[in-house]
């Protein structure tokens, strides 16, 4: 079965999407990442899809639970390398990925959340 890697750098998980997903492969990556948060409680999650030339309203979706999943955990998610027909899709689609920042590219994506990060430490939750 097709596995998605997820990278851990520092604080950080990056998910690097070399593949056209499916319904299945979407549910194992939410599934996988889920288990990589727990296991290194990282505070950041980089999705990287400028492989993807679909996006239809599942893997949207699923997006958008990893997403939630993730800020649950204590985590940001930033999603990077989104084409512009994916773009013109998800709006299409009324898809909003609420939770989700973006970012251009893998660079711009690593700044936002180093940045997204630090602000959290200023600002520690209440528990």
Do not use: W
């Not at 998910?15 to 948060?37: C, F, G, N, R, Y």
């Not at 958008?64 to 649950?72: E, L, Q, S, Y």
């Amino acid at each position: 079965m097709e596995q998605i890697p997820i990278l851990k750098l520092g604080n950080i998980l990056l998910v690097s999407i070399q593949v056209e997903m499916h319904d299945q492969l979407a549910l194992q990556l939410q599934d996988d990442l889920t288990v990589k948060l727990a296991k290194s409680q990282a505070r950041g999650v980089l999705i990287d899809i400028s492989a993807l030339e679909i996006v239809d309203s599942f893997i949207g979706r699923s997006l958008a639970h990893i997403a939630g999943i993730a800020r649950v955990m204590d985590a940001t998610t930033v999603l990077v390398g989104m084409r512009p027909a994916v773009a013109i899709t998800l709006v299409e689609l009324g898809m909003t990925l609420t939770g989700i920042r973006t970012a251009l590219n893998v660079e711009k994506g690593m700044e936002l959340l180093r940045a997204s990060m630090d602000e959290a430490e200023d600002f520690p939750s209440m528990s």
